[in-house]
């Protein structure tokens, strides 16, 4: 099976991943959005670390994404929770202080 | 040749200045702390005094007939290369002065005890008088010019402070005014000579000022001196005349101060104070301040300030004594005396005599200020008699009348006074007029030709004054009471008493000091102690060219005329008195018929009442003349330069605002224009920020993707 | 074609639907549903490449424990009244063009790159690593970017408590 078909595989979530974020107005949904391009990551990196099993560094560095994507998932969910509270909606459209 | 810097090294370290600064600070504290005591501040203040005395007559037995005197020296400040020095200088005439200042306010402060006991204000009183005392002491105690002259200016502010002391008195407070202002144009000239010596000898201090005097020589009318200043030397050349502008610039000070010719109109007016005020400062100590500045300058006095001085001086005193003569006012004619007193002593300046002026200074304060709180023991009692019905002018000799009965101490006390003031035998007064007398005869006949006149003058006064001051004398305390019979009243007769013992006691010291034998059992000056004690100095430091008559050459030819001067002064103060006691002895038509008058007819009399017009000519001429003078320069100044001004103004005016349509159509245009541009692409760019995170990351990637397609194509 | 290769492509087919699921449903509770078959397809690439504890790992992680706090925090910030937790979309056409560029430009340069072509690639024999030659690296070579992961993870998972902690006292105030 050539590796190709597996970045392939990475590529689509990526980009469905992205469309996810760009479109969504919940901000659970971005964050499903973003945990999808995560993991489009993670197939690259262990497609790559396939070819490599003397060093690992593919599985080491997907091991490592999946950490730091349960801390941001966990941060994230915690604002997500706070600024819903503050502003009683999870709406990013309704959310933009950042306004100019 | 003289290092300048020699007279300017401080002494060394002498335990007498600690006394000189107790000195100084008792009246300060006095002044100070006197607010504190309310009701107690007599005893508070009179207590501090008497310590003040006792300490000046110790340093006085201590201390007195050192020659030439001790000097402390120290330097005040430096600025560069210029030190400012202070000195202290207690000889004899300067302990004499801080004994008589302290003793005069002592009993002065004891009478104002009782003269003073329902005025509210009492402790602002003692708190004045504290301050007087301190800067009297300044006066009499500083040997250097500059600090003479800063205390001869917080004399002049306590002066004006006690004479407006009833400030709420308009004529009071003009009278301040008067006096603060007479006294500053006198300082003005003051400071003037101070100028010019510090211009010539860089240095202010007496001691210093003399010795280079003695260097200073005059080549071809110029006035030079050169000395040495830090090893340089060092060549000052002035006109031979700023010699004599400097003498009579100093001089100026003392017409201010001591009330002379032409600036002695705020004296009489100053008796608008407290009497115990006007016997400290307006008679014993503070106008006779002029009398001691001269003496302190007396060797830096070229002929012709000195000329100046006896002429001034012998004006004022014969001017003053027939203003004296008319007036009804018993603070009045004491007034005019101490003014004619004052000339006498200027006069015996001016003549050379040092020796008599000081002495008359001296014996003066004390039968002066014995007459002012004899006179106001008589006012103090009249008072009692005011109440709210009867209403009188309580200083008028004509209310007066027979108080000899009445008052049998007070009437005693100020014929003693009186007798000494008219120079009789066997009174103060006597030994130091004849001094002057003898003086002024030894200086007429060296000059000659008009100079006589200043002698007839110094006699004329001395006739002028006995009769004036008996005039008084007839008029308070001879004939019957007048004012029942003004009045209407004839029960307030029997309330009128002698004065009680805090009034009397001063007074009775001060006249037993106005005999003679205080000062020296014999009837001749010259065998006075106190006479003695204060010799004209010997060496005159002014230049040759400038100097005045040798003392010693003078004295020799007055010594041959002296019996007879003598004779004829005591006769003519006899006459004086003889004739007044005539005119005004009981029964005497003029006496009677003086009760309605308000103010004399006769035109030659009323020279006299007027004090020769010269108030009026002050308001009337010379306060006129600036008036005009200063309305045409108002007009010019509102029609004239206000119009050029007023012009320029509108011309800018217009100007302006052409330029301001400029700026706001041409100027503001452009900056509207910018600003409109920069809010328009504001907004256009501001919709980009929506604010909302998702947009941005759109807008990021598509970015991103056009960057990777733009490298990959 | 092996057996395994097939069910590979099966598990990519799931993921790629699933994917595309989350990508078109309006429900915010589907979407994370889908997500679990999402993980649970590349979880199968995972384990059939030869990544086994990764597949683990992602099962545990993302399965476990993202998609419970995904759900709780949908059930936290929904009011849930009967009406499905729905979320609009909006700009989806140029979602679908910057997303579809995206897309093409990672094809053309995957294309481009020719992986099959680098050596160690061609060269390397695909076989699945002993799990205890991963244990040993993570313990020597990768030791200390494990111990800093771990703190990150201890940190953000504390940060994490802290700001919810703190909004659920704010939301006690509030209520």
């Known amino acids: 099976m050539p590796v190709e078909h597996l970045l392939f595989l990475g590529a689509v979530l990526f980009c469905i991943g992205l469309f996810v974020v760009l479109t969504r107005k919940n901000a659970i949904a971005v964050l499903i959005g973003v945990e999808l391009m995560l993991n489009a990551s993670n197939i690259n990196l262990v497609a790559f670390g396939h070819f490599d099993p003397d060093f690992l560094q593919g599985q080491i560095f997907a091991l490592f994404v999946i950490t730091v994507a349960a801390a941001e998932a966990a941060v994230a969910l915690a604002i997500v929770v706070k600024v819903y509270q503050y502003f009683q909606t999870a709406d990013l459209d309704k959310i933009s202080e950042l306004k100019g | 040749m003289t290092e300048l810097n020699d007279f300017l090294t401080p002494t060394a370290f002498n335990p007498l200045i600690y006394w000189v600064l107790a000195l100084f600070a008792l009246p300060l504290l006095s002044f100070f702390t006197s607010g504190l005591f309310k009701g107690k501040a007599p005893v508070w203040s009179g207590f501090l005094l008497a310590v003040n005395t006792c300490l000046s007559v110790y340093l006085a037995l201590q201390h007195w007939g050192l020659e030439p005197g001790v000097v402390i020296k120290g330097t005040w400040f430096e600025t560069g290369s210029t030190a400012f020095t202070y000195s202290f200088l207690l000889d004899n005439p300067a302990l004499i002065m801080l004994v008589i200042v302290n003793f005069i306010s002592l009993l002065v402060h004891i009478f104002s005890a009782e003269y003073m006991r329902h005025d509210k204000a009492k402790p602002r009183y003692y708190a004045y008088l504290g301050l007087f005392t301190f800067s009297m002491l300044g006066i009499v105690l500083f040997h250097n010019l500059l600090f003479i002259f800063i205390f001869w200016e917080l004399v002049g502010l306590s002066s004006y402070l006690l004479i407006g002391f009833w400030f709420e008195k308009k004529s009071a407070s003009l009278a301040a005014n008067k006096a603060f202002i007479m006294n500053r144009i006198g300082d003005l000239g003051f400071l003037t000579g101070l100028m010019i010596l510090y211009t010539q000898f860089e240095t202010l201090d007496l001691g210093a000022l003399k010795l280079l005097m003695g260097d200073s020589r005059i080549e071809d009318g110029n006035w030079v001196i050169n000395y040495l200043k830090n090893g340089e030397e060092v060549i000052h050349s002035l006109d031979g005349r700023w010699l004599s502008a400097a003498g009579i610039a100093l001089f100026c000070g003392a017409v201010g101060k001591s009330a002379q010719f032409p600036l002695q109109v705020w004296l009489p007016d100053a008796m608008e104070g407290p009497t115990p005020v006007s016997a400290l400062i307006h008679a014993a100590t503070m106008v006779a301040a002029g009398v001691f500045m001269l003496s302190r300058v007396f060797v830096l006095l070229d002929a012709q300030a000195l000329e100046v001085v006896a002429i001034v001086g012998a004006i004022t005193a014969l001017m003053a004594a027939v203003a004296a003569l008319s007036q009804f006012d018993i603070k009045k004619v004491l007034a005019y005396s101490t003014v004619s007193q004052l000339g006498y002593m200027v006069l015996a300046m001016g003549v050379g005599a040092y020796d008599a002026g000081l002495f008359h200074l001296f014996t003066h304060a004390f039968f002066k200020a014995g007459l002012f709180l004899s006179a106001g023991v008589i006012i103090h009692q009249l008072h009692k008699l005011e109440t709210d019905e009867v209403k009188f002018n309580t200083q008028d000799m004509r209310v007066m009348g027979g108080l000899r009965t009445y008052m049998p101490v007070t009437f005693f006390c100020f014929l003693f006074c009186s007798l000494s003031l008219a120079g009789l035998p066997a009174f103060s007064g006597f030994l130091s007029k004849e001094a002057i007398l003898i003086n002024t005869h030894a200086w007429s006949v060296e000059k000659g030709g008009g100079y006589y006149l200043i002698e007839l003058m110094a006699f004329a006064t001395v006739i002028l004054t006995a009769f004036y001051i008996m005039r008084a004398v007839m008029l308070v305390f001879t004939g019957k009471f007048r004012l029942p019979e003004l009045k209407g009243t004839p029960e307030i007769v029997g309330k009128l008493k002698e004065g009680n013992m805090t009034l009397l006691i001063p007074v009775v010291i001060l006249a037993v000091l106005s005999f003679s034998f205080v000062f020296g059992a014999s009837i001749s000056a010259e065998d006075s102690w106190l006479y003695q004690s204060v010799r004209t100095p010997r060496d005159t430091w002014v230049p040759k060219e400038y100097i005045a008559m040798s003392q010693a050459e003078m004295l020799a030819k007055a010594g041959t005329h002296h019996t007879w001067l003598e004779v004829l002064s005591v006769g003519l103060a006899l006459a004086g008195i003889v004739i007044a006691i005539l005119i005004y002895k009981p029964g005497a038509k003029l006496a009677e018929g003086f009760d309605g008058k308000r103010e004399p007819v006769s035109p030659i009399v009323q020279v006299s009442f007027y004090h020769w017009y010269q108030d009026v000519l002050y308001t009337k001429v010379i306060l006129k003349f600036i008036l005009t003078q200063s309305k045409m320069l108002a007009w010019f100044d509102e029609k004239i330069l206000d119009g050029c001004v007023n012009l320029l103004a509108r011309t800018q005016v217009v100007v302006a605002h052409l330029t301001g349509m400029f700026d706001r159509y041409i100027i503001d245009g452009f900056v509207h224009l910018t600003a409109f541009t920069s809010g328009k692409v504001g907004q256009l760019t501001r919709s980009i920020q929506t604010g909302n995170v998702q947009t941005y990351i759109l807008s990021a990637i598509a970015m991103l993707i056009m960057l990777l397609l733009w490298f990959a194509f | ?175």
């Not at chain 3, 598990?11 to 915010?28: E, P, Q």
């Not at chain 3, 979320?87 to 679908?96: D, R, S």
């Not at chain 3, 053309?108 to 205890?132: H, M, V």
């Not at chain 3, 970017?145 to 006690?172: M, P, Q, S, T, Y």
Request: contains cysteine.
């Open chain 3, 1 to 175: 074609m092996t057996f395994a290769t097939i069910i590979l492509y099966c598990f990519i087919g799931l993921t790629v639907l699933s994917a595309l699921y989350i990508a078109i449903t309006k429900n915010v509770l589907y979407a994370a549903f889908a997500l679990i078959l999402t993980f649970l397809g590349v979880a199968g690439i995972f384990m059939l490449i030869g990544a086994g504890f990764i597949a683990i790992s992602q099962i545990l992680v993302y399965v476990g424990g993202i998609l419970v706090l995904i759900v709780f925090g949908v059930m936290l910030t929904n009011r849930l009244k009967g009406q499905q937790v729905t979320t609009p979309a909006y700009n989806k056409l140029l979602g679908v063009l910057v997303a579809g560029g995206l897309l093409f430009i990672f094809y053309k340069a995957i294309i481009e790159a020719n992986f099959g072509a680098i050596k160690w690639i061609s060269e390397a024999q695909p076989e699945s690593a002993p799990l205890e030659n991963f244990g040993m690296k993570l313990m020597t070579d990768y030791v200390l970017a494990f111990e800093v992961i771990g703190v990150l993870l201890l940190l953000a998972l504390i940060g994490a408590v802290k700001i919810a902690a703190g909004a659920g006292k704010e939301a006690d105030n509030a209520g």
